[in-house]
């Protein structure tokens, strides 16, 4: 989910090729909900944005698993492992 503008998601998806549709949250109010809304810091200046968290949720609603340091670029093979 992304705070972004729909418009701009959507050009996100077709650069990239995805066939599904990607969420906006542009109150922030689902991102803050899953608390995935809050203080950053970068280069010591503090801004507030988006944390990457990753929540695998059952069909029932169901937070079953939640990953709150996502490695991007072992993320997917994480997730994988975990569902097994």
């Known amino acids: ?4 503008l729909p418009k701009h998601q959507k050009k996100f ?5 995805f066939t599904f549709p990607l969420l906006c949250d542009e ?8 608390h995935a809304w809050g203080s950053k810091k970068l280069y ?4 507030k944005g988006i ?6 949720i ?3 609603g169901v937070i079953e698993k939640a990953y709150p340091k996502v490695k991007t670029k072992t993320h ?5 492992s975990g569902l097994g």
């Open 1 to 4: 989910m992304s705070a972004d």
């Open 13 to 17: 998806a077709e650069k990239h090729g």
């Open 27 to 34: 109150s922030k109010e689902v991102l803050k909900a899953y």
């Open 44 to 47: 010591g200046r503090e801004y």
């Open 51 to 56: 944390y990457r968290i990753t929540y695998i």
């Open 58 to 60: 059952d069909e029932n």
């Open 76 to 80: 997917a093979t994480d997730i994988l």
